[in-house]
T-cell receptor
Framework: DAGVIQSPRHEVTEMGQEVTLRCKPI?????LFWYRQTMMRGLELLIY????????DSGMPEDRFSAKMPNASFSTLKIQPSEPRDSAVYFC???????????FGPGTRLTVL | KNQVEQSPQSLIILEGKNCTLQ??????????LRWYKQDTGRGPVSLTI?????NTKSNGRYTATLDADTKQSSLHITASQLSDSASYIC??????????????FGTGTSLTVIP
């Protein structure tokens, strides 16, 4: 298995632009997690899905952030409009069940100018 | 308030030596506690997951302990190697049937192993 796949690996955009991050979980996993990591705040859980259904989005910082999981093999995290303070590394992780080992993707490094 | 605190913030040790990292938490009700290793520029990798009833779990040279009464966990690394240089993150999951899982993150311990 290729593991969790994220794209793009790097994204540089200007303030106000829409950003879409993509994630393909490991085949067979039914839980998917979106994280954000910065030097200042460390690792933060933004939202997670179980069986394609959002379970807890309390970590989503603002309405500018939205996430979808249209099927078991694909999820997106969208920021519209983006701001410089959104600059961070965004990780996607998947697991088989909420309480089991999570496997992280390589992350997307987002820079908003 | 649910919190996870890790210590030390950073640590430098000689190759071949042992070390212990600490994680104290106030999360309740407790569901499980995870230790992750994160190499620079990479995503975290799971080392151990422990539930309330487990007090020790090993993964190669990594051994995690859990004292649910004192709400403390430790990660012991035996015979350290240069490749152990990384950030180690403790994550505690709150378990509640009506609200689902919630996760609380420590800020990590940065370990540097020198030759």
């Amino acid at each position: 298995d290729a593991g969790v796949i994220q794209s793009p690996r790097h994204e540089v955009t200007e303030m106000g632009q829409e950003v879409t991050l993509r994630c393909k979980p490991i085949s067979g996993h039914n839980s998917l997690f979106w994280y954000r990591q910065t030097m200042m705040r460390g690792l933060e859980l933004l939202i997670y899905f179980n069986n394609n259904v959002p379970i807890d989005d309390s970590g989503m910082p603002e309405d500018r952030f939205s996430a979808k999981m249209p099927n078991a093999s694909f999820s997106t995290l969208k920021i519209q409009p983006s701001e410089p303070r959104d600059s961070a590394v965004y990780f996607c992780a998947s697991s088989f069940g909420l309480n089991n080992e999570q496997f992280f993707g390589p992350g997307t490094r987002l820079t908003v100018l | 308030k649910n919190q996870v605190e890790q210590s030390p913030q950073s640590l430098i040790i000689l190759e071949g030596k042992n070390c212990t990292l600490q994680c104290n938490y106030t999360v309740s009700p407790f569901s499980n506690l995870r230790w992750y290793k994160q190499d620079t520029g990479r995503g975290p990798v799971s080392l151990t997951i422990m539930t309330f009833s487990e007090n020790t779990k090993s993964n190669g040279r990594y051994t995690a302990t859990l004292d649910a009464d004192t709400k403390q966990s430790s990660l012991h690394i035996t015979a350290s190697q240069l490749s152990d240089s990384a950030s180690y993150i403790c994550v505690v999951s709150l378990g509640a049937l009506n609200t689902g899982n919630q996760f609380y993150f420590g800020t990590g311990t940065s370990l540097t192993v020198i030759p």
